[in-house]
């Protein structure tokens, strides 16, 4: 995970190279925990969340303390699952290794478990959509370190932004949609002032591509 990605000045996060959004959901509501600040780190707020081939990426409405966006890579979530209680809203948990700098140690990040709860219509787009989404990134990934073993290569810190060669163009054209889910599919990539901006890796700041 990475506190705070940079975002674009609509709201929308500035891209990676090669990175394509698929979706866009209003009117969810997150809870993450371990969070530096208050609430005894653990945080939640009402915004919008961003599905892409890399990662997903939660930006609040109004900003909780240091709290104004949460960035997810796909290859970095695990024990996903979807939960339909019975007395309240349908929601996703799982939890998110966090992204460690190169040059920083690993026990200085904590893993962070999440929740995205859909109060406001249903989530039969948003869902399935994304379950697929992380399996074939979970399965791509798999498929390039037999590949790096094979060839005796040392297996390196898998890289967030490996997610980004797994096909997705099919998944997005057949994906069903859901007339009570007010989730918008991207079936062309949204473009802006600054649709030139990108990020080439995690810890860096975006320029012009």
Do not use: W
Not at 19 to 25: D, G, I, K, P
């Amino acid at each position: 995970m990475a506190l705070n990605p940079q975002l674009l000045p609509n709201g929308m996060p500035i891209p990676f190279v090669n990175e394509m959004f698929v979706l866009v959901r209003d009117g969810v509501e997150f809870e993450v925990d371990k969070i530096p600040g208050g609430h005894g780190g653990h945080v939640k707020a009402k915004g919008v969340m961003y599905l892409s081939n890399i990662r997903l990426v939660f930006v609040a409405s109004k900003p909780v303390e240091n709290f104004v966006a949460f960035d997810m890579p796909l290859l970095y979530i695990h024990a996903e699952k979807f939960n339909q209680p019975i007395f309240h809203c349908n929601n996703i948990s799982g939890q998110v290794e966090p992204v460690v700098p190169e040059n920083e140690h690993r026990a200085l990040y904590s893993t962070h478990s999440f929740k995205i709860l859909f109060k406001e219509g249903g989530c039969g787009t948003f869902v399935p959509l994304f379950l697929n989404l992380i399996s074939s990134v979970r399965q791509y990934n798999r498929q390039m370190h037999q590949a790096a073993e094979a060839a005796a290569a040392a297996a390196p810190r898998v890289d967030p932004l490996q997610a980004a060669q797994t096909p997705v163009d099919e998944m997005m054209r057949h994906a069903y949609v859901d007339p009570n889910d007010p989730t918008k599919i991207y079936l062309q990539q949204p473009s802006g002032g600054e649709s030139q901006l990108r990020r080439r890796a995690y810890h860096s700041n975006a320029g012009e591509h």
